[in-house]
């Protein structure tokens, strides 16, 4: 990728060439599973994963 390319693409974005190069670190996305269900066992509902 050339400069005249990351120009282009911040023209189009319509965000300063500084932009472009920051990286910001997003906190990763915590995510909740519902178990619906019936469990038989009870070791198998203590089990980690």
């Known amino acids: 990728m ?3 390319q990351i120009f282009q693409i911040a ?3 319509e ?3 500084e932009r ?4 910001k670190e997003e ?5 909740n599973f519902v ?3 019936h ?4 070791k198998i ?5």
């Open 2 to 4: 050339n400069v005249s």
């Open 11 to 13: 023209a189009i974005l």
């Open 15 to 17: 965000v300063p060439i």
């Open 20 to 23: 472009l190069f920051s990286v």
């Open 27 to 31: 906190e990763p996305m915590a995510h």
């Open 35 to 37: 178990f619906m269900g």
């Open 39 to 42: 469990m038989e066992n009870g």
């Open 45 to 49: 509902k203590e089990k980690s994963f």
